[in-house]
């Protein structure tokens, strides 16, 4: 017969172990938070830019910063770019808009579907 204790410390080192392929989906991102902030905050929980290669110049000028996470902005006049991050299987979108001083501020951001295995 298994000692209530033992089979306490086998539970509690069986949910301490991380599955494969899970990781916490808590994402602390807020609106209004400088993308800057995001990108550090997302990088310290794992997730990693997969921003597009090859932006105009005019997309670089419009984000304001040299992040790699950056995938394009609209020309539209209101400022808005987007950033993707990867984390596994995971996908991140984070949309910005420009800020009251001229940097970009988060506006939105969702969880794309999976990247297939």
Do not use: H
Request: net charge positive; glycine share 12%.
């Amino acid at each position: 017969m298994a000692r209530p204790l033992g089979v306490l410390v086998l539970l509690l080192t069986a949910l301490a172990i991380p599955m494969r392929g899970v990781q916490p989906q808590v994402l602390q991102l807020r609106a209004n938070q400088s993308i800057d902030s995001a990108d550090a905050q997302l990088k310290a929980q794992g997730w990693r830019p997969a921003g597009a290669p090859g932006l105009q110049p005019f997309e670089r000028e419009l984000a304001g910063n040299r992040l790699t996470s950056l995938s394009g902005c609209s020309g539209t006049g209101a400022g808005f770019c987007r950033y993707d991050y990867r984390r596994g299987r995971q996908r991140l979108e984070v949309i910005t808009v420009m800020g009251p001083d001229g940097q970009g501020v988060v506006q939105r951001w969702q969880q794309a579907p999976n990247l297939p295995e």
